[in-house]
């Protein structure tokens, strides 16, 4: 007979941190990317060169099939969350793919609202090519057949280390930087604004499935760090090669990198921390703690 945490003795954990992921994804998850105006990003696109153009079309790109690659990616680890009996977690998947889904939403939006609605499948670098198209789609599908701890580990690091918690976060502060000093474009960055919220469940989510995985068995935490410096010193380093800054800052792409560097030190960190905490203090930890706001 199947067992159902709602027909049993424990229930649905209300005070577990993924159900306080899933809380709060109630609250901030729901915004529209139809209720922002983008009229004046519509005036700004023109008034920029056409070096920044293409910079920032070529990056609006590569994130708008980043969301769509996640949407579809996120899927096994949903049905794999399933297999093994985490309930809580799965509630809060739900809203993960639909936040991932709408993400795609607000970048198909604004395309279309500045006009560019060319197809941009040519625009994405090699290393982008790789992990969205190869390295994220190969690790995810494993869970369709594999759910072992090591397999868990290997697409929360990267998925949700790697892709959501280095390079997108570094993509967001790539469109700060660049557009907050110029004063343009306020639709993109609204969306990217309450994007980056609903990332930090994401990275928030994969932070405490890896500490769970950790807590129950030690050495995995040996086994995270070494797939991420490897994701580090492949897809990563081969992103800082192949991307070309031209249009709005001279500085940005040594800034970028210092970025990028932070955000890795900050991901280890907080997955050390899980290696002497046993896994009912994991359970219970506060959104706070692992960096949701
Ligand atoms: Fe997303
Ligand atoms: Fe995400």
């Known amino acids: 007979m199947r067992k159902l945490a709602s027909h049993s003795e424990r229930g649905i954990n209300r005070n577990s941190l993924p159900f306080k992921l899933y809380e709060k994804a109630k609250k901030f998850g729901t915004w529209d990317p139809r209720d922002i105006d983008f009229s004046k990003d519509k005036a700004d696109w023109q008034s920029l060169t056409e070096i920044q153009r293409n910079e920032l079309l070529l990056q609006v790109s590569q994130f708008y099939g ?19 009996g985490y309930f809580e977690e799965e509630m809060y998947l739900t809203t993960f793919v639909f936040e ?16 560019e609605n060319r197809d941009l499948s ?43 918690g280095v390079l997108a976060e570094t993509g967001y502060f790539y469109f700060y930087e660049c557009l907050k ?7 993109l960055l609204e969306g990217i604004g309450n994007i ?60 970028l990198a210092k970025f990028a560097a932070t955000q890795y030190q900050a991901r280890m960190e907080v997955l050390a921390r899980a290696k002497n905490k046993k896994f009912d203090e994991i359970y219970n930890l506060s959104e706070t703690e692992i960096g949701v706001y």
């Open 181 to 187: 000093s110029i004063n343009k474009m306020p639709g």
């Open 66 to 84: 980043a969301e769509e690659s996640v949407t579809i990616d996120i899927m096994p680890m949903i049905s794999a969350i399933s297999k093994v």
């Open 122 to 164: 040519h625009l994405p670098v090699p290393a982008w090519r790789r992990l969205f198209h190869e390295v994220l789609p190969e690790t995810m599908e494993k869970l369709n057949y594999d759910q072992s701890p090591k397999a868990l580990i290997d697409a929360s690091v990267t998925y949700n280390m790697f892709a959501e």
């Open 100 to 115: 991932e889904a709408k993400h795609t939403d607000f970048f198909n939006l604004f395309l279309h609202h500045i006009g």
């Open 196 to 255: 980056k919220r609903d990332e930090s469940r994401h990275i928030g989510f994969g932070t405490f499935l890896i500490q769970r995985l950790i807590s129950e068995d030690p050495s995995l935490y040996d086994y995270a760090v070494e797939k991420m410096n490897y994701l580090m010193g492949t897809i990563r380093a081969q992103f800082a090669q192949e991307m070309v800054y031209q249009g709005f800052d001279p500085a940005i792409k040594e800034k």
